[in-house]
């Protein structure tokens, strides 16, 4: 990597593989490097799904290894108020909220920056696979994707500003995940094959489920498919997400009558003895699960979405038009058409259905490899959906 003027940069280090070739990365330019351990959840901290202690252990060995101070920090509270508090109102209202998305917004980028310039830094860096550039002819800074598309993650930074964005590094998202391995093994880092932290920061590896019921009451309900009929029960809407195939508790329950017929007239053939079922809509007012058995059946694409909440990188909305953009992440990019956009929300129609758009995810636009912001999906058109013009 180029060399560039020495400056301060506090690095997240997180524990994992990737800060920690950040870390070095820096250090090798020349950077004075500061670590900073952010702690961002204290409830059963101690328990086996909690990692923070351990994280926090490896963090401290990779320091030691590349030669910086490393500094523990809480920001236990802040996550509480500005992330948690969100991620239940969002599941109690029957959407499917994407914590790690506010937590970027809420507490990397702002809580972590706020301290990082009081330590004096110059600029913060992360593990993320994603890049900054500076358009020379806007003077404005663009969120790039990372260079390797199976760990681009600029759909989770998409809430970043022009300020945030003025004060941050990325150095490995110029690379290949396989080429930061690889580093890590030469140079020695303690964590080198570390395997990558899944799920949300305070749930871990524990059933979602049973991390779930501690906040939100129980509200059963009928689970009716397409043509009403009652399969069974479900355990309360904000268990459940649209597109959801496994944990209805139906599984053994065949297409028959009404429904089979509706599946053979769509051409699903043997949908009665192996399409399994799949959550296709919550109605909140009736407390119905409403689930739909085949992966393409109608209820489940949908061909326009209205976003709410909007942030944009550039600070503007973009200008409508073809673009291209993500309901969810790891999805391929889906060719698009902005309808309109305002500071506050959008409107997109897709050339293509896309499947199971769920609202309370984001949906993030792109203009080729350059991120351009996105909003919280409110609602999306369902195909055939009798009645209904949006799901929710």
């Given at each position: 990597?180029?060399?560039?003027?020495?400056?301060?940069?506090?690095?997240?280090?997180?524990?994992?593989?990737?800060?920690?070739?950040?870390?070095?990365?820096?250090?090798?330019?020349?950077?004075?490097?500061?670590?900073?351990?952010?702690?961002?959840?204290?409830?059963?901290?101690?328990?086996?799904?909690?990692?923070?202690?351990?994280?926090?252990v490896?963090?401290?060995?990779?320091?030691?290894?590349?030669?910086?101070?490393?500094?523990?920090?809480?920001?236990?509270?802040?996550?509480?108020?500005?992330?948690?508090?969100?991620?239940?109102?969002?599941?109690?209202?029957?959407?499917?909220?994407?914590?790690?998305?506010?937590?970027?917004?809420?507490?990397?980028?702002?809580?972590?920056l706020?301290?990082?310039?009081?330590?004096?830094?110059?600029?913060?860096?992360?593990?993320?696979?994603?890049?900054?550039?500076?358009?020379?002819?806007?003077?404005?800074?663009?969120?790039?994707?990372?260079?390797?598309?199976?760990?681009?993650?600029s759909?989770?930074?998409?809430?970043?500003?022009?300020a945030?964005?003025?004060?941050?590094?990325?150095?490995?998202?110029?690379?290949?995940?396989?080429?930061?391995?690889?580093?890590?093994?030469?140079?020695?880092?303690?964590?080198?094959?570390?395997?990558?932290?899944?799920?949300?920061?305070?749930?871990?590896?524990?059933?979602?489920?049973?991390?779930?019921?501690?906040?939100?009451?129980?509200?059963?309900?009928?689970?009716?498919?397409?043509?009403?009929?009652?399969?069974?029960?479900?355990?309360?809407?904000?268990?459940?997400?649209?597109?959801?195939?496994?944990?209805?508790?139906?599984?053994?329950?065949?297409?028959?009558?009404a429904?089979?017929?509706?599946?053979?007239?769509?051409?699903?053939?043997?949908?009665?003895?192996h399409?399994?079922?799949?959550?296709?809509?919550?109605?909140?007012?009736?407390?119905?699960?409403?689930?739909?058995?085949?992966?393409?059946?109608?209820?489940?694409?949908?061909?326009?979405?209205?976003?709410?909440?909007?942030?944009?990188?550039a600070?503007?909305?973009?200008?409508?038009?073809?673009?291209?953009?993500?309901?969810?992440?790891?999805?391929?990019?889906?060719?698009?058409?902005?309808?309109?956009?305002s500071?506050?929300?959008?409107?997109?129609?897709?050339?293509?259905?896309?499947?199971?758009?769920?609202?309370?995810?984001?949906?993030?636009?792109?203009?080729?490899?350059?991120?351009?912001?996105?909003?919280?999906?409110?609602?999306?058109?369902?195909?055939?959906?009798?009645?209904?013009?949006?799901?929710?």
């Amino acid at each position: 990597m180029q060399k560039t003027n020495s400056q301060r940069v506090v690095v997240g280090l997180s524990g994992g593989v990737d800060s920690a070739v950040t870390a070095w990365l820096l250090k090798q330019q020349g950077h004075e490097v500061i670590g900073i351990f952010m702690k961002n959840w204290e409830d059963d901290d101690d328990s086996e799904f909690c990692s923070s202690n351990i994280d926090f252990v490896d963090a401290a060995a990779v320091a030691d290894v590349i030669g910086i101070p490393i500094e523990h920090v809480n920001f236990a509270a802040d996550y509480k108020d500005r992330v948690f508090a969100e991620f239940l109102r969002e599941y109690q209202a029957g959407r499917t909220p994407n914590p790690d998305i506010l937590c970027n917004a809420e507490i990397k980028f702002k809580a972590f920056l706020d301290h990082a310039m009081r330590l004096g830094a110059e600029k913060i860096a992360t593990g993320h696979y994603a890049r900054v550039r500076l358009n020379e002819r806007t003077g404005l800074h663009e969120l790039l994707k990372g260079l390797d598309p199976a760990k681009d993650q600029s759909y989770f930074l998409h809430r970043l500003n022009q300020a945030q964005l003025a004060k941050t590094l990325f150095p490995v998202g110029e690379l290949k995940k396989t080429e930061v391995r690889r580093i890590a093994d030469e140079i020695g880092l303690p964590n080198a094959k570390k395997k990558d932290s899944t799920g949300i920061c305070f749930i871990g590896e524990r059933p979602f489920r049973d991390f779930l019921n501690r906040y939100i009451a129980k509200a059963p309900g009928p689970i009716r498919s397409d043509k009403g009929r009652v399969l069974g029960e479900h355990v309360g809407l904000s268990f459940y997400t649209l597109g959801q195939r496994s944990g209805l508790g139906i599984g053994g329950v065949k297409a028959k009558g009404a429904d089979l017929k509706a599946a053979q007239a769509r051409g699903q053939r043997g949908v009665g003895e192996h399409e399994p079922w799949f959550v296709a809509r919550k109605d909140m007012e009736s407390n119905t699960l409403w689930v739909v058995q085949g992966h393409e059946h109608p209820w489940l694409q949908s061909t326009e979405l209205l976003a709410q909440d909007c942030s944009w990188v550039a600070g503007t909305a973009p200008v409508p038009g073809t673009l291209a953009a993500k309901t969810r992440y790891r999805q391929a990019d889906a060719v698009c058409e902005l309808r309109s956009a305002s500071a506050t929300q959008c409107e997109l129609a897709f050339q293509q259905a896309q499947w199971a758009v769920t609202p309370g995810q984001s949906a993030v636009l792109y203009d080729g490899d350059v991120c351009l912001g996105g909003g919280v999906i409110a609602s999306s058109n369902v195909q055939n959906f009798p009645g209904k013009s949006s799901q929710t």
